[in-house]
């Protein structure tokens, strides 16, 4: 009899540091811990602490997933890369999901995701036209929005999907990213370079 699936699903794509273990159907352990720096240091003890809470060891891990945004920049780039990381360390796949697709994972019927977003505005991707970064009246047009506050029930939904999707994964997760980041080159002339 073939053992039940095991993803580690984690998230950090907001002001969070999340992670979700499933075996077959059934969550196992999953945390979810507010922060608003200090992810990329947490994440691994984090992971670890989930593992160990359910009896677990990383060659237990048949996939990852992960969560890839929209959100904050730097966050979704800290679980993208871990992921790509350990999918590449612990030879399994990683798996991404967007915000969208989690959130869409747990909305009521006939609501629409959505994401909240820098200087109140909300990331919203309605049907049949592209995700786009919205203000809230401009978003509460396209119909009733869906927000979840619980980062926790966000990962889990990530590692549900993952569970799903692990077995056709065929490229590496990438960030999902909806509008381009609000750093700028610097607008100084570069300094020369001498060769010696």
């Not at 794509?13 to 811990?33: M, N, P």
């Not at 609501?111 to 909240?116: D, E, G, Y």
């Not at 990331?123 to 036209?129: A, R």
Request: with cysteine.
């Amino acid at each position: 009899m073939p053992s039940k699936t095991t993803i580690l699903a984690f998230d950090t794509s907001a002001a969070h540091c999340a992670a979700a273990l499933l075996r077959g159907t059934e969550i196992l352990a999953s945390r979810a811990e507010a922060m608003q720096r200090g992810q990329a240091e947490r994440l691994m003890p984090l992971l670890q602490e989930i593992l160990s809470d359910a009896a677990l060891a990383w060659n237990d891990l048949d996939a990852v997933g992960v969560g890839t945004g929209p959100g904050n920049f730097t966050g979704i780039r800290i679980s993208v890369s871990a992921a790509r990381g350990l999918a590449l360390g612990l030879n399994v796949p990683a798996v991404g999901v967007t915000g969208f697709e989690a959130l869409a994972d747990l909305a009521p019927p006939a609501c629409l995701p959505a994401i909240n977003g820098p200087r109140d505005y909300v990331y919203v991707h309605p049907e049949n036209t592209e995700p786009c970064l919205a203000n809230r009246d401009e978003a509460n047009a396209f119909g009733s929005l869906f927000f979840c506050s619980d980062p926790e029930l966000h990962v889990q939904a990530i590692a549900r999907i993952a569970a799903n999707r692990w077995s056709d994964v065929t490229a590496p997760p990438a960030p999902f990213y909806i509008r381009p980041a609000d750093a700028a080159p610097s607008s100084h002339i570069p300094p020369v370079l001498l060769d010696e």
